[in-house]
């Protein structure tokens, strides 16, 4: 079955931090570029951070220094480690796998940073 699923997610504080994974199944997952995205209510879904098959990165501005965005491909896998969250970050965090026309978007996980 070609799917990704999220895990991960929870309530923190402000400063705290959480460890998002997305297991993939049914692809070819090294070959995928991988991605998390994020949307928060009200507001569109936001691009957060990319890697690539050859594990080079990229972030929004935002999370820069705060985040970082890794793969296993022994395991399928990709993460995303969210140190220093704040308010700002509360969202459904999504993952997404694409390659070419080929676009596979799990079902969202969703972090919630509050006092």
């Known amino acids: 079955q070609v799917q990704l699923v999220e895990s991960g997610g929870g309530l923190v504080q402000p400063g705290g931090s959480l460890r998002l994974s997305c297991a993939a199944s049914?692809?070819?997952?090294?070959?995928?570029?991988m991605a998390w995205y994020r949307q928060a209510p009200g507001k569109q879904r936001e691009l957060v951070a990319t890697?690539?098959?050859?594990?080079?990165?990229n972030y929004v501005d935002s999370v820069k220094g705060r985040f970082t965005i890794s793969r296993d491909n022994t395991k399928n896998t990709v993460y995303l480690q969210m140190n220093n969250l704040q308010p700002d970050d509360t969202a459904v965090y999504y993952c997404?796998?694409?390659?070419?026309?080929?676009?596979?978007w799990g079902q969202g996980t969703q972090v919630t940073v509050s006092s």
């Open positions: 049914g692809i070819s997952f090294s070959i995928y570029t």
């Open positions: 997404n796998a694409r390659r070419g026309p080929f676009n596979l």
């Open positions: 890697i690539t098959n050859g594990s080079s990165t």
